[in-house]
């Protein structure tokens, strides 16, 4: 139980595009939602923490114009990278939270070139 | 201020060797307590968790921890590692009141010799 899918798994895009990325909770419903971004050999880095039918809540430093973020369902949130630039390709991971304990997608690879 | 140190980021133990990673955490109240497992190019998944009771925790893939409140620690254990747990391994402390901060260690990066 309590598995979290993220889509896609890996996306190429061109800079100056915009990037949807899907996270579901696929066997529980989750009232909260975080989005991470994780560099190279580096720890998760909390971009935004994500709650259903309001405004998410962004880290200090993270643009929310830039990465916008909603969580329509108690079963989806969606991170939308706006206007990508290559300073954006990473490794982002979503969570979801049921009860105490976050559980964690797989992880999208963004690449912009 | 919170936050959860783990000492070593590099580790490197031969198959079917033991294994210890620690990790210690500052907090004001007893947190609850977790490991994860991440592979390369993956997600993290939850090894095991720690919130009262038994401070001996047993967790997937054979590994377990334990809870000392004296010495603010929550080390995983594992008596003989596989080739396949060559990952990075995250402790991470959450509430007990607050469930939507986390606070994850930086890492600690597991090699193993064949």
């Known amino acids: 139980g309590a598995v979290v899918s993220q889509h896609p798994s890996r996306v190429i895009c061109k800079s100056g595009t915009s990037v949807k990325i899907e996270c579901r909770s696929l066997d529980f419903q989750a009232t909260t939602m975080f989005w991470y971004r994780q560099f190279p050999k580096k720890s998760l880095m909390l971009m935004a923490t994500?709650?259903?039918?309001?405004?998410?809540?962004?880290e200090q430093g993270v643009e929310k114009d830039k990465f916008l973020i909603n969580h329509a369902s108690l079963t989806l949130s969606t991170l939308t990278v706006t206007s990508a630039h290559p300073e954006d390709s990473s490794f982002y991971i979503c969570?979801?939270?049921?009860?105490?304990?976050?559980?964690f997608g797989p992880g999208t690879r963004l690449l912009v070139l | 201020a919170q936050s959860v140190t783990q000492p070593d980021i590099h580790i490197t133990v031969s198959e079917g060797a033991s294994l210890e990673l620690r990790c210690n955490y500052s907090?004001?109240?007893?947190?609850?307590l977790f490991w994860y497992v991440q592979s390369p190019g993956q997600g993290l998944q939850l090894l095991l968790k720690?919130?009262?009771?038994?401070?001996l925790v047993q967790g997937i893939k054979g590994f377990e921890a334990e809870f000392k409140r004296s010495q603010s620690s929550f080390n995983l254990r594992k008596p003989s590692v596989h080739w396949s747990d060559a990952a990075e391994y995250f402790c991470a402390v959450v509430g007990p009141v607050n469930f939507n901060k986390f606070y994850f260690g930086s890492g600690t990066k597991l090699n193993v010799k064949p």
């Open positions: 969570s979801a939270r049921l009860q105490e304990t976050q559980y």
């Open positions: 994500s709650n259903e039918g309001s405004k998410a809540t962004y």
């Open positions: 720690y919130f009262s009771g038994d401070t």
């Open positions: 907090y004001g109240a007893t947190p609850y």
